[in-house]
């Protein structure tokens, strides 16, 4: 079955620092999406991505973050100067079309210190 | 605002069937989710409903009520795998979803 690959699976940073986060969607997906959870809580919406630009984004994706689809297969999250807060389970998802389960990566848990 | 309530735990015993209830409340509605999620993993998805009624996909079903603001999950013939999180969540618009916090689901024997 078609995976959503995510590396590295575990990074640790210091504070201030910028981290690169990659996604391999699945190949035939249209839809990319970047979502986070912090350690015991909810699962939070950061960012759509479709036709090569952001479609949609929520209040957490400020300036500090930026995506890019550099190669046509890869999609990349990037955090500029991470902030301790930023530490949490990093998922990138996809899905062919709306109305569509995601199918979710592994996640890269970032860890701010 | 947006508000998606669910219980934070249930407890069950193999073999029974248990049912996630979950209530929301948001500016808009395209469809809802939901997806199960195992300690330190993904999650994975479980069904989508998009109109008023019930679907079945072998032990699990979903249900929704648009009037209302209301699904549930249930899990049939229980085991002990199906221990995890559920996770409930809305398509308000476009493609995005609000998750609620989930169900943490414990199956004893």
């Known amino acids: 079955e078609p995976e959503v690959t995510q590396t590295p699976s575990h990074q640790v940073t210091q504070m201030g620092q910028e981290v690169i986060l990659r996604c391999v969607p699945i190949?035939?997906?249209?839809?990319f999406y970047w979502y986070r959870q912090i350690l015991g809580q909810k699962v939070e919406f950061l960012v759509s991505f479709y036709n090569n630009e952001i479609s949609e984004k929520s209040e957490i994706f400020d300036d500090q973050f930026s995506v890019e689809r550099p190669d046509g297969s890869n999609f990349t999250l990037k955090i500029r100067s991470t902030k301790l807060e930023d530490s949490a389970m990093y998922f990138c998802?996809?899905?062919?079309?709306?109305?569509?389960?995601?199918?979710f990566g592994s996640g890269t848990r970032l860890t701010v210190v | 605002g947006q508000n998606i309530d669910q219980p934070t735990e249930m407890t069950a015993t193999e073999g029974a069937i248990v049912q996630i209830n979950c209530t929301y409340q948001?500016?808009?509605?395209?469809?809802l989710f939901w997806y199960q999620q195992h300690a330190g993993e993904a999650p994975t998805f479980l069904s989508y409903?998009?109109?008023?009624g019930l679907e079945e996909k072998g032990r699990f079903s979903s249900f929704l009520s648009r009037s209302k603001g209301y699904s549930y999950l249930l899990l049939k013939e229980l085991q002990m795998k199906d221990s995890a999180s559920y996770l409930c969540?809305?398509?308000?618009?476009?493609?995005?979803?609000?998750f609620g916090k989930g169900t943490t689901l414990s199956v004893s024997s």
């Open positions: 409903n998009v109109l008023d």
């Open positions: 190949s035939n997906h249209l839809y």
């Open positions: 948001t500016s808009g509605f395209n469809g």
């Open positions: 969540a809305v398509n308000q618009a476009g493609t995005a979803l609000i």
């Open positions: 998802a996809s899905i062919l079309r709306t109305g569509h389960g995601y199918t």
